[in-house]
């Protein structure tokens, strides 16, 4: 911030005495220069700013007004305030001056002190104003750092990202693979998958703190995630000799239990994976630490993590504030100030106790939930090859992406003779081979040179409403680093039909192709899918496992039979209003009565039900109208041919 003394004054006076008055008074603590009449002010502010303006108003050529009127005009002196100085003391005459812009009236004769005062003050606010707009201007730059950074990460970070986890996926297909090759790229897809979380993890971390992170929880079993956990950090437990026990609810979890939160999974990892390894630090060595799971409540899942070290005094009443850390060499402090972040945004809580004779444990408390199969589980489940639809039909795909290596892996994703597939490496090309070449499906990256990939799509979109094609309909791809719901939304409100986040699955493109070429050619492709659907026992819709069961068989607990009549007719009236709601496009609705409809089915045991449900609630979300009829016509299908059979549960 500039001193005072530092500042500038122009003095605009008529009168040569008044202004050998004013340039006494003020001449020795700022830089002080004089016009003699408004043109000349106008002239010289022109050439030199000034910091502030006393302003005469009566003058001879254009009164003080008139300076003033055009200073506020022009964006370059807009700024500079302005002190009238006049013999002129009607309260009109001030009103006048200060609805021009003046910032304040000195009247004459002038008092010394009061014009010493009145000028320090405007210039003191000035600066200060300067300096907050300095502020303001390095705010906005670190804001566009930030938003720079998170395209680098969400883009030209990943895209290398993609290739690391995407070709090892591929060449484990080779069957002459030694088994220590298989090791060695499963190890590689791993660390790509943890690169991955990282970079996610510390542009969320931003999100969760200014409480703008869009949390989409699933309920997930927390068991199978601190399997990995506890694999992933074998070798540090191995060099301390610690022991690890898991409990749930007091006694030892068996391998195929499982513990349901509601939550993310990568968000679970990130959090459970910080508090254990530092559980394996504080820890003695040759000591035992124990991760607690269980129900504290109907509405409560409690992990609490016990190690017998002890926090330090100093840190325990701010353990889980920023940057706090003690003794720890190369510590941040964000270690367990990220964790709270973490445990809040998933809508629980986390707490600490520690002493001396019992050591310390964290306790994180989660929302529990009933465990279902989403699609990041069921990848394996879905067709990894065009093996399961040998009679797919005869289709043209362009495939866009300016990295060579993501256009050879979506390439061999769809390796199948009946797809001939042509590459763009930017937008532009894109568009040029829409204009020669007739396709059905194109896959659009978001960020490319020269033309992007939403850009591309307009221009496409549009090109089609030109010149359109009877019975041809387009699909539209989107690829892109980002996964929030906003870019989404506006990949499908500009034309895309489906979109995907990168690294993408082979599964997840063959279940776009699936999904958009088999009702045209389903007596081609009906074959193939059931194959697919009884191998894996089950189709999927909108990334959830349908149990192919006709009819649909389920036990219920004959406490309940005097019960399921009138709640499976209450769950049908509920259901026949899907399609109006869907007519409407209702799609905030349709979600919503697809998760009371999964909770009432879970609730009294029909899984395939609620399955069914949250498949209409995640299509819903996505506002896939085929995927919510598909889905509701299962459901309505179910109900009509249900077979219910009640059992006694044993005590």
Not at 260 to 272: D, I, K, P, R, T
Request: charged share 25%.
């Amino acid at each position: 911030m500039r001193e005072l003394s530092e500042c500038s004054i122009l003095v605009v006076d008529d009168t040569e005495a008044n202004i050998d008055v004013l340039v006494e008074i003020l001449g020795d603590m700022y830089d002080v220069c004089v016009a003699m009449n408004g043109y000349s002010a106008l002239e010289e502010v022109q050439t030199n700013l000034p910091d502030l303006i006393l302003l005469d108003i009566m003058m001879p050529g254009i009164d003080g007004y008139e300076v003033c009127r055009r200073l506020k005009s022009d964006v370059k002196t807009r700024h500079i305030p302005v002190i009238f100085i006049t013999a002129l003391g009607e309260v009109k005459d001030e009103t006048l001056g200060l609805e021009l812009g003046a910032v304040d009236y000195i009247t004459k004769p002038i008092s010394p002190p009061i014009v010493k005062a009145r000028v320090k003050n405007h210039l003191a606010l000035k600066l200060a104003l300067e300096d907050l707009e300095q502020q303001n201007q390095i705010l906005q730059e670190n804001v566009r750092l930030r938003e720079e950074m998170e395209r680098i990460g969400r883009h030209d970070l990943k895209t290398p990202i993609t290739s690391i986890i995407s070709f090892p996926k591929i060449l484990l297909q080779d069957t002459r693979l030694e088994p220590d090759h298989i090791e060695m790229l499963k190890a590689i897809e791993k660390s790509g998958y943890t690169i991955l979380n990282m970079i996610n993890l510390s542009l969320d971390l931003f999100k969760m703190e200014k409480k703008t992170y869009q949390l989409q929880p699933v309920g997930l079993d927390l068991l199978g995630v601190i399997h990995k956990i506890i694999l992933d950090l074998h070798s540090m437990l191995e060099v301390k000799g610690i022991q690890l026990n898991l409990l749930l609810n007091d006694r030892l979890v068996d391998d195929q239990e499982t513990f349901g939160v509601w939550g993310e999974e990568l968000l679970c990892y990130s959090l459970f994976a910080n508090l254990i390894k530092n559980a394996v630090e504080a820890s003695p060595n040759k000591e035992t630490i124990t991760i607690f799971l269980y129900r504290e409540e109907i509405d409560t899942a409690g992990i609490s993590i016990h190690n017998q070290g002890t926090v330090p005094a100093n840190i325990r009443d701010n353990f889980f504030e920023k940057y706090s850390t003690s003794g720890k060499k190369g510590g941040t402090g964000l270690g367990t100030y990220s964790a709270k972040l973490m445990a809040e945004t998933l809508g629980g809580t986390i707490s600490m106790t520690t002493s001396e004779t019992s050591g310390t444990a964290i306790t994180v408390k989660l929302k529990p939930a009933e465990i279902h199969i989403h699609s990041s589980e069921n990848r394996s489940q879905l067709p990894d090859s065009a093996a399961y639809v040998d009679q797919f039909p005869f289709l043209k795909v362009l495939v866009v992406d300016d990295d060579e290596y993501n256009r050879i892996i979506l390439s061999r994703y769809m390796k199948h003779p009946n797809l001939t597939i042509e590459f763009a490496e930017n937008g532009q090309m894109a568009i040029d081979k829409f204009s020669t070449g007739m396709f059905d499906i194109i896959f659009l990256d978001m960020e490319m040179p020269i033309v992007s990939g939403m850009d591309a799509a307009r221009h496409i979109r549009q090109q089609e409403k030109l010149n359109p094609i009877p019975e041809k309909k387009l699909i539209l791809v989107a690829l892109s680093g980002h996964d929030d719901s906003d870019t989404c939304q506006n990949c499908l409100n500009i034309g895309f039909n489906a979109y995907l986040t990168k690294p993408v699955h082979s599964a997840q493109i063959w279940q776009i192709l699936l999904k958009y070429f088999t009702d045209e050619t389903i007596d081609k492709t009906n074959d193939a899918i059931h194959r697919f659907s009884e191998k894996n026992c089950g189709q999927v819709e909108g990334g959830r496992r349908i149990l192919n069961t006709s009819p649909y068989q389920v036990e219920v607990d004959a406490d309940l039979e005097d019960l399921i009549p009138a709640f499976l007719n209450d769950k049908r009236v509920e259901i026949g209003k899907l399609p109006e709601l869907l007519a409407k496009k209702d799609f905030n609705s349709v979600q919503k009565l697809g998760h009371k409809l999964k909770g009432g089915f879970n609730m009294y045991g029909f899984d395939h039900l609620g399955e069914l449900s949250a498949a209409i609630e995640d299509a819903a979300k996505a506002k896939e109208i085929n995927v919510i009829k598909n889905n509701m016509d299962m459901l309505d299908s179910c109900l009509k041919d249900i077979q219910i059979k009640y059992v006694q549960e044993e005590d």
